[in-house]
């Protein structure tokens, strides 16, 4: 069996959004599942709309979602020596032309054929004219006239084209500048590309594309058109329904396994099966099971799936990821240890990174702020005993593990005759400021006695003050 190629061709006209992602993800999955390569193309030949700065942005976020290229990139700008080499090859055959027709002619001729009902189109004024290259000739493609053109697509099934209904489209135009059609054709015929996985809004790019295949006598590669990614309201995904950037969701916390995870499962299936790491996905995934029905994208089954993989994730592997988010909050997280147990507490009840980093916050400030509700209710004049007796047992207490701190609560409750809800909150808002938190053994264990003392004190003084 040949070995698989795939392609991803971005043009660098903006970020790198979620729908083009989607494209990338599919055929990089298909080709390290059958352990082919995966090339990097860089559709760059609008010279206004593109910037080195969206180059940046793709490399930006093909990189954090972890999609490595085993070719590339490759630049179409600098190319075009092979495209002129292309193009010579078609006119020699006779499978390409030079044209003179002005715009103005070529509108003429589309109001006329609109008249009579059939398709705008080029007439083929000039198909047979002979005509050679000046400085105002674009070369026009020789379409063939009858017959059909078949799309074998593996996603749709096969879809069908009159070839009456299209025309001699431009391969160059008259500054030299070569045609979308034709360089794409040129790149993955030079590139070995034999599989094109890409939005079903290229369906209608793809008969000319199989044509000049025909004609340059190369043989066809596998189509595979994916549906769109509609909004919650079944439109195309647009700015109006969130991010579309997709390092927007790693700056807003997402673990890129997730956003993988999604976005393959919008359009794909595998079973009932929800949640992939990215190891099972290379293991299963396959062109057969893409749907031909569009995916709306829902941020809430995202984030909730977001939630699943912080909550699989090893502590260790999340360390390096949540620092940045820690770091916006002004908290210097140079112990990793000690940010890895603290990730371990937290992991069960966070959606996001940034919701982690921000839940952490207690864990590493010197100053804790009380929530004016919780103090309101926790820390009163019935906190004042049990809190006092628990700081001066917890001052005495060598070890702050769990069976040690289970201890001293204990003597606590039976010393205050009180159940252990009524210590813990007071403890639980002493400590964090909040009235919600991980479970307060954990806390005590992960602060540690030098930061536990000092708040219970403080919690304590608080309360007597009030009076």
Known sequence: ????????????????????????????????????????????TDAERSTQASVDAIFDALDWLGLDWDEG???????????????????????????????????????????????????????????????????????PLAGTTVVADVIKGDIVFQNDELDDFVICRSDGTPTYNFVVVVDDITMNVNTIIRGDDHVMNTPKQIQLYKALQSPLPTFGHV???????????????????????????????????????????????????????????????????????????????????????????????????????????DNDEYTRQVIETLQPRSKTLKDMAEAAGFYYLDNIVYDEKAAKKFLKAAALEPLSILTAKLEALEIYDQSGLEGVFQAVMDETELKLGKIAQPVRVALTGKTFSPGIFEIIAILGKDRVLPRLKKAVQYIEAKG
């Open 1 to 44: 069996m040949k070995q698989i190629i795939t392609r991803f061709p971005p043009s660098p006209t903006g970020y790198l959004h979620v729908g083009g992602a989607r494209t990338a993800i599919f055929n990089w999955l298909y080709a390290r599942r059958s352990k082919g390569k995966f090339v990097l193309r860089i559709e760059d």
């Open 73 to 143: 990139p490759y630049f179409q700008t600098q190319r075009f020596d092979i495209y002129r080499e292309y193009i010579h090859k078609l006119i020699e055959s006779g499978h390409a032309y030079y044209c003179t027709c002005t715009p103005e002619q070529i509108d003429a001729m589309r109001q006329r054929a609109m008249a009579t009902g059939a398709k705008p189109r080029y007439d083929g004024t000039c198909r047979k004219k002979g005509l050679e290259k000046s400085a105002k000739t674009v070369v026009r493609f020789k379409a």
């Open 227 to 333: 549906p769109m990614v509609l909004g919650s309201d079944r439109a195309r995904l647009s700015k109006r329904h969130g991010a579309m950037s997709v390092t927007a969701y790693r700056d807003m916390g997402y673990l890129p396994e997730a956003l993988i995870n999604y976005l393959v499962r919008l359009g794909w299936s595998h079973g009932d099966q929800e949640f992939f790491t990215r190891d099972e996905l290379v293991e299963v995934f396959d062109l057969e099971s893409i749907g031909r029905s569009a995916g709306v994208f829902d941020t809430d089954k995202l984030l909730a799936l977001n939630a699943e993989h912080i909550m699989a994730a090893s502590p260790e592997d999340l360390v390096p990821l949540l620092k940045p988010f820690l770091e916006q909050l002004d908290i210097n997280p």
